[in-house]
């Protein structure tokens, strides 16, 4: 070996080492300022609504929140028809999530929807109902019990010429009450799919001597009758709720659908 | 299931319940930016100009994006035929100040009186200025009529809502007179009187043999993203197919420019029946609303003003009817 290449090497072990000691510094900087995220009060709420603080209360106890933007929210821009707004929540790249709450911070009644996605994916979606504009989040938890929440802005004050409701006839909903019907797809290209409705006028108890009636829990169960996915929805749930998840197609096979409204009516359906 | 014969009362007085409560909101919404716009009242001027179509016909061409404050919601074409009888009036327009500045224009640039107007359809950027012309009839098909008598009112409070105080005082009129398809003279043009739909469950299309114009009302859209919130897209597509056949020298669409060949028929035909197809064939793959929202629009609609804005607010509406069919 030359004199130069030794030199060479020694250089090259030396750059090695302060690169690892500069890691060193990243690594505790990021420990560091990640430990002051879950715990700093307040958080810097990117939506900027003037309920942060109260719906962190009420909907997720003061428990550890990060913003995270992994878990998407997707709302259409503005709300056409505010009795039926389509949402859809995606959680995508941070590990097995327990739970997803679904809320809108300025909703006369703030919660949506609560998702336990079990053995199915972290993704649903559906229509519901809105009072005015509002950000509309979802809270996912992960194993750790830290809640990540992403968000978006629906603004809800036009309308249009496109009301439909104004001429939505009443038919005659008891006799349909509870039904279902569901499509079942095997996707090459994309997750497998189950879509679902159930008739039910998820009445908001709002309206002045309208008792509120709507559905509580709905449960996902395989054919040996275990549970795959739990959902607890709220009465901000569009009338009819018609549901996608997406869970793979070998499941398919004698699923069944349950659940229960606040009357004490059961659903019972299996699915196809 | 053991539900009580009383819930089904109790469904139907709350969903009165909603709809008023929907109402009074409109209202108190429409009533708060009434007062503080008030003080721009002598602004509210549309700057109408009229353009010649040939000989005899004018068009007054509107904005091809939304409903705004800004445009007073004048999105829509409205035109006329002068006649040597008087002046024949085709839509009135999105208000009651619409109706009046378009009629003092006409009034004052042809020196005529206006002797009949004619309503396309119930769409209210087409018939809320009906108010300025309550001495003169006002001519549509029955099925026109119907649709202005129960859905005006509450398409003029949503208007309210989007464009604000240039409503000021705007009413829905009905039209007064029932018109049935064929031909009529009027001021010595020959007239034909079209009934259509699949824009809306009743639209006329109107044909002047004499001059050779066609009046599309909203059956046809020019570089402009047709709206298809009260549509029935297989009829629609029909209808274009009929209208295609006539033998025009002008078309005059119901929103966008003014054109002599076929092209706005052939582009709201392509829109159209993309569209039916994309949705149809995202309820097959099993997409929900959200993820038909999503879906990336071709590159030809380009030329297309307001596609994704329009193209949203027609998966709004389309999807959730279509999804009950194809669940049923
Ligand atoms: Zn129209």
Redesign the pocket.
């Known amino acids: 070996m030359t004199n130069s290449k030794i030199l060479k090497k020694h250089s090259v072990i030396k750059q090695i080492s302060s690169l690892k000691s500069g890691f060193k510094i990243i690594l505790s900087f990021w420990l560091i300022s990640s430990v002051n995220l879950a715990n700093s009060q307040p958080l810097v709420d990117p939506l900027d609504s003037p309920s942060w603080n109260l719906v962190h209360k009420l909907i997720l106890s003061n428990e550890t929140v990060v913003f995270d933007d992994r878990v998407k929210v997707i709302v259409p821009d503005m709300a056409e028809d505010p009795m039926n707004v389509p949402v859809s929540v995606t959680v995508d790249g941070i590990g097995e999530i327990e739970e997803i709450r679904l809320f809108a911070d300025l909703n006369p009644i703030k919660e949506i929807l609560n998702f336990h996605p079990g053995k199915i994916e972290p993704f649903i979606a559906f229509r519901f109902k809105v009072q005015n504009s509002t950000p509309v989040r979802a809270a996912a938890r992960t194993k750790d019990g830290v809640w990540h929440v992403g968000g978006s802005w629906l603004d809800a004050t036009g309308g249009g010429?496109t009301a439909p409701s104004l001429g939505r006839a009443l038919d005659n909903w008891v006799d349909t009450l509870g039904d279902v019907k569901s499509r079942l797809w095997s996707r090459a290209d994309r997750p497998d799919r189950l879509r679902f409705r159930i008739m039910h006028p998820m009445d908001t108890g709002l309206a002045p001597g309208i008792p509120e009636f709507y559905i509580e829990t709905l449960e996902l169960k395989d054919k040996h009758g275990e549970l795959l996915a739990h959902i607890e929805s709220y009465q901000p749930v569009s009338e009819n709720p018609f549901f996608s998840v997406d869970l793979e197609s070998k499941l398919f096979q004698g699923i069944v659908l349950t659940g229960r409204d606040n009357n004490g009516n059961l659903i019972n359906q299996v699915l196809q | 299931m053991n539900i009580s014969n009383n819930l089904s009362s109790f469904r139907q007085i709350h969903t009165y319940y909603i709809r008023r409560l929907f109402k009074t909101s409109l209202l108190v919404l429409a009533l708060s930016s009434f007062n503080v716009q008030l003080i721009n009242a002598s602004e509210l001027d549309y700057k109408l100009v009229a353009e010649p179509v040939g000989k005899g016909t004018y068009v007054f061409i509107g904005s091809t994006k939304y409903f705004s404050k800004q445009n007073g919601g004048n999105i829509?074409n409205a035109a006329y035929i002068v006649t040597n009888r008087g002046v024949i009036v085709i839509d009135t327009g999105s208000s009651y100040q619409y109706g009046k500045q378009m009629r003092a224009y006409i009034e004052s640039t042809t020196g005529l009186s206006i002797i009949k107007v004619f309503n396309?359809?119930?769409?209210p950027?087409?018939f809320l200025g009906n108010q300025a012309f309550k001495d003169v009839p006002i001519a549509s098909l029955q099925g026109i009529v119907n649709a202005i008598d129960s859905q005006g009112e509450a398409l003029n409070g949503n208007l309210y809502t989007l464009v604000g105080d240039w409503m000021k005082e705007t009413e829905a009129y009905s039209p007064t007179e029932v018109v049935t398809p064929g031909k009529v003279t009027i001021g010595g043009h020959e007239i034909e009187i079209i009934a259509l739909d699949g824009?809306?469950d009743s639209?006329m299309a109107i044909y002047d043999h004499t001059t050779g114009v066609l009046f599309a009302?909203?059956l046809i859209f020019h570089d402009r993203t047709p709206?298809v919130?009260?549509a029935n897209i297989q009829n629609w597509l029909n209808s274009i197919s009929q209208l295609q056949k006539l033998d025009y020298k002008y078309l005059i669409a119901?929103?966008g420019p003014v054109t002599t060949d076929q092209h706005a028929m052939l582009q709201t035909h392509d829109y159209l029946s993309w569209l039916h197809d994309t949705l149809e064939n995202a309820l097959d793959e099993g997409l929900d609303i959200s993820e038909a929202l999503q879906l990336e629009l071709p590159e030809r609609f380009s030329a297309l003003d307001i596609l994704h804005e329009e193209y949203k607010r027609g998966v709004l509406q389309l999807y959730p009817s279509m999804e009950q069919a194809f669940f049923n």
Request: with cysteine; proline share 0%; net charge negative.
């Open positions: 010429c | 829509a396309t359809h119930h769409h950027d087409h824009h809306t639209d009302g909203d709206a919130a009260s119901g929103h």
